[in-house]
């Protein structure tokens, strides 16, 4: 089944969402020329490959027929073809590759859905990170530790660590890891995520992106800028002082840090679900898996 958009109402789409971009990557394209490092948002644009460009360029995900003459320009992207009445992403373009993404992918967010949100890590995985970890040596030497190394140690040893997603585990230090709970691996990484872990939410992001232009651009648009405002809360709640860059820390070395946390961290978890569920429904779709069939 498909849908038609008019011209001048996928254009105005397509201006909205790369305005609503822009107020992310103009800026960090912006210090990238000056050569300027920012601790919190050039993770979206490092850790996340996906280009600048590339994120602020509208697609109409599928189904979708683009009318007008303005639709012929998609026939320059790959997998775009001409249908009646316009342009439309074509379905024969997905390939192997991307069905084996798309699994993969839904397979991953249907298992994180299924699970109750988990709110007592604290963010520590930012902690593990620099445990025992000379000052120069760490992730982000340029900012100081709110409690200097040897606070840090202590706050990691005294809390203990919960991490069950890999993608921040592996970074840990040698001497962090036997402090985990959980031990996940690559091979394990259905098992152990959940939704309260914010990097389970900010990965809704490389999902999103991952699948190209199945996913519509107002979608990957709202994963984008979910996964901006939680890793904002990860820095603030890393040991890092970040008052050079306006942000107060969260606690989480108190009680009412923790508490602060864990509440920001539940109304992620909140506004991830409708995301996640969108992304599940659209490999569902892709891979002619139904509703009734899971």
């Given amino acids: 089944m498909t849908a038609t958009i008019p011209e001048p109402r996928w254009l105005a789409r397509e201006r909205a969402h790369a305005a609503r971009m822009r107020r992310w990557t103009e800026p960090h394209q912006r210090r990238r020329s000056r050569g300027e490092k920012h601790p919190v948002l050039d993770f979206l644009f490092t850790y996340y490959w996906h280009p600048p460009a590339q994120l602020e360029r509208w697609q109409p995900g599928p189904g979708v027929v683009l009318a007008g003459p303005s639709a012929r320009r998609f026939l320059d992207r790959r997998w775009y073809r001409e249908v009646d009445g316009g342009v439309a992403l074509d379905p024969a373009a997905f390939t192997a590759k991307r069905e084996r993404t798309a699994r993969y992918v839904r397979a991953l967010l249907e298992a994180t859905a299924g699970r109750s949100p988990r709110l007592s890590c604290f963010g520590l995985h930012e902690w593990a990170m620099v445990y025992r970890q000379p000052q120069e ?17 202590v706050v990691v040893e005294d809390l203990g660590v919960r991490c069950g997603h890999f993608d921040a585990f592996r970074f840990f230090t040698p001497p962090a890891r036997p402090l985990n709970r959980l031990q996940p691996t690559r091979q394990t990484q259905r098992d152990f995520e959940q939704p ?34 939680v890793r904002l809360l990860d820095m603030r709640a890393s040991p890092y002082d970040l008052s050079s860059f ?12 923790r508490a602060e946390y864990a509440r920001a961290q539940a109304e992620f978890a909140h506004r991830a679900a409708p995301l996640r569920n969108q992304l599940v429904q659209h490999c569902r779709s892709l891979l002619g898996v139904t509703e009734s069939a899971t």
């Fill in 196 to 229: 309260g872990c914010l990097h389970a939410n900010m990965d809704l992001y490389k999902w999103a992106y991952k699948l190209g232009p199945l996913v519509p651009a107002e979608l990957l648009g709202d994963c984008f800028e979910l996964a901006a405002e």
């Fill in 137 to 153: 040596e760490v992730r982000h030497a340029q900012l100081p530790l709110r409690l200097g190394a040897a606070g840090t140690d």
């Fill in 246 to 257: 306006g942000h107060s820390p969260v606690r989480i070395e108190t009680a009412e840090g």
